[in-house]
Every structure is written in C-alpha cells, then in structure tokens.
C-alpha cells in the first residue's frame, strides 16, 4: 500500500471560531444618537434587527444592566421593550468613542482594549461585524448589514465532526472498528461542536486522518463496496465502474471526468505493481483524505438576484447530517439524482421521514447531551465514600435515559418542548431504575417515574454532572439554566477574586454554604443569577438521589418575563415550559446545532421569526426541526464577492494573467497586482481563491509542468496579508511578496504533470 502524501496534505483548512462569552464595555457623549439618525435614516432599525437582537441581547445583556457586573460602566441596557429608545441612545454614545485601541463598542468586546468580561467577541467574527457596522453608522459612513447579515446565509464549507466522520464511515464501507475516537476532539463553540468556523485541521488531525484511511483501506471488505466481479483481464473495466459508484457515495454527489480520470490514474499506478485490489484499496485511501470526504459544501450555483441556490446534492447532505449526522441513504441520493430536491416540499417529506428513521436517535443523542452538557459526565468525579458505585456503567445508562426522553418526545407529532419539562413518564435500564428506587421492570420499558422526578431536570444525568465531587452545586445547576434556558452566557469571574468559598461549619445544609456569594459584592452580581435558581434543586444531592426536608425555595432573577419565586425542580420546570424568552432561547440552541453556525445577527432574527411559529403551534419539537428546513437559509446562500467561483464540474479559471490577482477573494490584493510568477517559463501557475470569512482567506495554488525537463519550483505571489497556516510548501516574504518552495515529496514536477499547494491568510 502506497503512502498518499500528495492527498492527505492537501486537505483544507480554516475558518473563524466565535466566541461564546457574555458581556461588553463603552462610554459615549450627547447628541451621538441624533447624529446617527441623521447621516444614515437606517441606523435605528439596523440597531433593532442586528445590534440588540445580535450580540447585545446574546451576549451583553447579562451583565449590563442596572446591579449587573458592568451595572457601573457607561452602558447601562435595560430589557424593558418601552426603554428600547433609551438602549439606542447609550449605545449610539459608545460607538461615537474611540482611543488607541480602536473604536470602543468593537475594541471593548474583542479585547483590544482592556475589558472586565474579558475577550467575548473575536475580531472578525459575526457579532464584531455587526457592532462595526453600527459604529460606522453611528459615524456617518452609513456601512450596511450585509457583511454581518451574510453570514446567516453565507455560502460555506463545514468540515464533518468526529461522530459524522465515524458515522459516515460506517455507513460507507460498512467496517468495525472506532476510528472517531482516534481523530483529535472537536472545538466547541455555542454549546456545540458543529459551527462550521471553528472545525478546522490542524496538523495533528490530518496526521491522524490519514493513518486512519490507510487502516481503513486495509480492514474494508472489498465484495460489500465493489459493485462487480473482474473478469480475467477486464479488471479496469470494473475499477472504472467502482470509481464512479464508490466516489459519488463517498463525495455525496457524481464525480467530475476529471476527478475519476485523476482516480482511475492512481488505481492503474498502483494495480500495475500490486494487483487489482491493491489498486481498490488505494481509491479507498485517497477518497478517505480527500476534502470532497470530508467537507461538506454549501456553495451553490449562481442565480440571478445575488443569491446562490445549493444543489440537490448539497441539500441531500444537509437534511442527512442534520437528521442522522451521516451521510445521505438511497432515497436522498435518488432525490438529489432526479432534482427533486430543489422543491421545499420535498425537502419537508424527507426530513418527516428522517425523523422517523432509526438512525435520527444518534443525531438527538448528541444535540440534547451538548445541549444539556451531558458529555461531561464521565469528567464529573465523584468521592467515593460520599457516592458508592456511582460507577461508568450508571452513569452511560442516565445518560441514555434522558436521551430516550428526548428521543421519544421528537418522533412523537404531537411532541412538545414543554413534554421535556413536565414528562411524568420514563425509560430506564434495571440499574438506573434501582438507583431512582423504582420497582423492577425490563430495561427500557416505559414506566412512570419516581416521587419528585417529574421532566428532564431531575434526571440524574443532569444533576450528578452539575455537582462537585461530594456535594450539590446550585451554582453549577442555576448556571445551567441560565445558559441553556435563558441563552444568557455568565462572564468569568472578576480577574483577582477568589473563588474558593471560605471555610463553613460542615453542619450547616449546603444552601448556607454558599450564601456567601451574596456577601461579598465582586461575586454578587453574578451569583444572583444562578444561585437562587440552583438553590431549586436542593432537594437533590451531588449524584442525583433525593435528600429529604431540604429547603428547595428557588428564585429566578433577571429576566426578560420569567422573573419569580418557585418551589423545587418541578416548579421551576413549569415557569421554564410556560415562558416565551425559554421557548425563544430553545430554538436558538436548535438553530446552532441545525446550522452549524452561530446565531447573531440575521440568524438572530431567523431564530425569532420561526419561535413565533414554535409557540403558535404548541412548542411541537417534530415541526420545529421541519420548520428550519423550511428556511430560505436551507436551500440559498447569498453571492460572495468571490462570485462565479466554480463549484464542482465547473470548467477551470482562466489563468491568473487574464483573472484577479491573488488574494482578491479576502487577501485585500490590489487591482492592479502582478500575476503570479513561477521560475520556469513552462510552469504555469493558476491561483484559485476557495474560501473566505472575515478577515481570512485561502488560497490554493496548482503547477502543471508544461515543458519537456522536471522543474524544481519557486512561485511568487504578491504579499496580501500574513500567512497563518500553508500546506505541501514552505515559504518566506521577499520584497513585498511570498516566496513559495516545495516540499521534498513535490518539489520537482515532471513534464506533464501537476503539483498543488495552498495556503490561508490574514
């Protein structure tokens, strides 16, 4: 078996992560709100639609507001809908300021200038650009939304999390074996590992991918993957076929003429020296590294208007990885084959019948466990003489528990949110069940639950991870639902204060030990927030058994509608399925997850207009997860700048003489820059722009040899930026440009033949 340096080093990378912290800072003077209104009529709605609704009701309003942790700066918010004016004003003030670090509403929250909550925003990101934008209204250049509002519908490539890469392989070539484990973890960004801007590949990762093709191709069963028998002497004729019916399940759509001739090269290189299988298994190999593997795309195709429609293919691989974190099965293969996917009815029939799909339970599995933090659980240690036997195997089996709840309450039509809440049945294994003290049953079996343990926040999945070792953790637990509940992220704590609580007298109940927060001020703020929420669960201990005569009066605090006393869990769970704002925020961490992206700006909007439905149809879970399919955000994308870029099958760019100068897609390369300029007059060199975002692009570079002598290569390209990630090249600036040179294993090309190399930039 031959090494594929060449594929698995050409793997993309990139993207933006986006912070998921809370909080902002600013200063402002008189008369900034007036000015604003004046040079740009639109800055009050775009403040409504994109500020408030974007970063500041996601990301600040939990501490700036009046007793807050920034209640003592110079932005104030309040969550009255009547002070909406008032919020504008402050706002408009702080965005007129600026000091050595920049404009203060975007250098505050991305930390360019000092700032209490630390850095919540990074530079680039969605919620940046929309506080940039407003701050350039506020000056009077009038920038529209469409740079922040873009990425709602912005076209994308999204790398597969580790669960869909191990999914997909599994349903791909049907082998044994948990390679997901073997990839690096995933970063987490919203609650989840899925936001298309933070699932990069690090050299680690594509080191690890690719031992994990080249095990791949060695383990498959070649008879359940090759759809023919070779015929003494007709072996390429059936390798020809396998190309074509492995590569497009692989790829999830038809592979290109190029892309089988380039394959069906490297299957005769190695079938000459090794056999016909050894020939399949290298295919195998490289479509394991290939980014057409492991990305998905939703790019579309140009359309008038300035929007991008996906293809039926793309939008086969959208409903699959969102209903089944898999690949797509027969039937969106044949929908995407026929068109038929192009029809929003469609697109709504398939994902009603994913949803009744088997497989759908391993996609509901992982949003409610990142949802609900279940993932931390095996993380969540546990002293032993305080909780015996809380052992791996009960701790899997509450887990399981509560994604059956979950599960169960999704397929179900008439299904509901507030069935999650207010459940008074559930299905648990034998040990779970000994452990809650319900009678006997086989595992599994619907039963009603147990004294107190009414919805989904008194299993013990939830309570025994939001603990310490060998106590409750109201703060823990109020935390939980203020940012999975509410949507109101917590900053950290005050740089310099001590969050060890001093020593109490061991006799007092736990809620004594920790009204100490409320003593002290620089903890205060905060606490208030979570503690009285978490005090509501002391009537469960630190492994989720019930403790008799606790106090379980709880409050909740600081809302936008919920505020209120309650009385226990099952209380406090009946205010969160009563409350809109709870409803609101339910959707939000669904569309995080449904999209992959974060939900800012106009995907703040889009996440409003469908809980308007949500609520209207009775908080219904099955036709909430059709309703995002439904969205234009599902099937269109708007143009990039970079539009016309070719997507799969399309014809290749003109060469770089007669098109834009490298960079152009995000680099900031002037009009006028020079093309690219190899060492060879028989290399050419065609730069292809394939990615941007922000403040980041990529570019990937191809050399044909079209002379009659190997060329050992040197590529030059006007400097735009700093390089901050290359692969298949090293590289140097010389005189306002980079110097790219080639790896050992591609430094010379061969008459005839093409090398690639790629690198992204700042």
Not at 246 to 257: H, K
């Amino acid at each position: 078996m031959i090494t594929m340096n060449r594929l698995w080093a050409t793997l993309l990378a990139g993207g933006v992560t986006i912070a998921t912290a809370a909080g902002c800072h600013g200063g402002g003077d008189d008369g900034a709100a007036a000015k604003a209104s004046a040079a740009c009529p639109d800055t009050q709605s775009f403040f409504a639609s994109e500020v408030w609704q974007g970063p500041l009701s996601t990301r600040c309003i939990g501490c700036h507001v009046a007793g807050g942790p920034a209640g003592g700066t110079r932005m104030v918010l309040s969550k009255n809908p009547a002070d909406a004016q008032k919020n504008y004003e402050t706002v408009a003030k702080i965005a007129s300021l600026a000091d050595a670090g920049g404009e203060l509403l975007v250098a505050k929250p991305t930390a360019k200038v000092p700032h209490g909550g630390g850095a919540v925003l990074q530079e680039g990101s969605d919620g940046a650009l929309v506080l940039a934008a407003f701050t350039d209204k506020v000056k009077g250049t009038c920038s529209s939304s469409g740079a922040a509002t873009a990425q709602l519908n912005g076209r994308q490539i999204r790398r597969l999390t580790r669960d869909e890469y191990g999914n997909t392989v599994r349903d791909l070539l049907h082998v044994d074996g948990d390679y997901a484990s073997k990839l690096p973890s995933d970063p987490v960004t919203g609650g989840f590992d899925n936001n298309a801007g933070a699932l990069t590949v690090s050299t680690l990762f594509a080191d690890k991918l690719r031992t994990n093709a080249e095990d791949i191709a060695k383990a498959v069963d070649l008879q359940t993957i090759v759809p023919c028998t070779p015929a003494a002497g007709k072996e390429a004729d059936c390798a020809a076929t396998f190309v074509r019916t492995f590569g497009e399940r692989a790829f999830r759509r038809p592979l290109t003429d190029a892309e089988a001739a380039r394959t069906m090269a490297l299957y005769t290189q190695v079938a000459a020296g090794e056999g016909h299988e050894a020939g399949v298994r290298a295919v195998v190999n490289a479509a394991l590294v290939s980014p057409s593997f492991l990305y998905t795309t939703e790019l579309g195709e140009t359309k008038d208007g300035g929007w991008d429609e996906l293809t039926p293919w793309e939008i086969a691989s959208e409903l699959s990885y969102l209903f089944t974190r898999s690949m797509p099965d027969q039937a969106l293969f044949d929908a995407a084959r026929d068109g038929s996917l192009a029809k929003k009815d469609v697109i709504a029939a398939q994902a009603a019948r994913l949803v009744a799909l088997p497989s759908s339970r391993q996609a509901f599995a992982r949003f409610v466990s990142q949802w609900l933090d279940l993932d931390k659980i095996n993380q969540a240690v546990k002293d032993e003489k305080t909780y015996p036997n809380f052992d791996a195997a009960l701790r899997t089996d509450l887990v399981d528990e509560t994604v059956s709840l979950y599960d169960r309450v999704a397929r179900d039509e008439q299904g509901s949110f507030k069935d999650l809440l207010t459940a008074t049945s559930t299905q648990v294994t034998a040990r779970v069940a000994q452990f809650y003290g319900l009678p006997a049953a086989p595992d599994g079996q619907l039963r009603p639950v147990a004294d107190g343990r009414v919805g989904i926040l008194t299993h013990g999945s939830i309570l025994a991870t939001q603990a310490t070792p060998s106590s409750a953790s109201p703060v823990r637990r109020g935390k939980l639902v203020r940012e999975r509940f509410f949507c109101m992220p917590l900053a950290p704590p005050p740089p310099g204060v001590a969050a060890q609580l001093p020593p109490v007298d061991p006799s007092l109940p736990n809620r004594a030990r920790f009204t100490e927060h409320s003593k002290n001020p620089a903890c205060a703020s905060c606490h208030k927030q979570m503690d009285p929420i978490g005090f509501g669960f002391e009537g469960f201990d630190g492994a989720g058994k019930p403790v008799a005569n606790a106090d379980v009066s709880g409050e909740i605090l600081m809302t936008q509608g919920t505020d209120g006393p309650f009385h226990g869990v099952v209380d406090l769970q009946a205010k969160l399925a009563a409350s809109a704002e709870v409803q609101e925020c339910f959707v939000h961490q669904v569309l995080r997850f449904a999209y992959g992206i974060d939900d800012q700006g106009a995907a703040a909007d889009a996440a409003k207009k469908i809980a308007g439905a949500f609520a209207a149809n009775g908080t219904k879970l099955r036709a909430l997860l059709v309703a995002f399919t439904q969205e234009d955000h599902f099937v269109k994308r708007h143009t990039d700048p970079d539009v016309g870029a070719p997507g799969p099958g399309a014809p290749p760019p003109p060469p770089p003489s007669q098109g834009p100068p490298p960079g152009s897609g995000g680099g900031g390369g002037d009009a006028g820059a020079p093309p690219p300029l190899g060492n060879d007059p028989n290399l050419v060199v065609d730069v292809k722009t394939q990615s941007q975002g922000g403040t980041a692009y990529q570019d990937d570079v191809t050399l044909t040899n079209k002379g009659t002598q190997p060329i050992t290569w040197t590529v030059t390209l006007p400097k735009a930026g700093t390089i901050f990630n290359a692969w298949n090249t090293d590289y140097s600036e010389s005189n306002g440009n980079f110097v790219f040179v080639g790896k050992d294993y591609d430094r010379t090309v061969s008459p005839g033949q093409t090398v690639t190399f790629g690198f992204q930039a700042k």
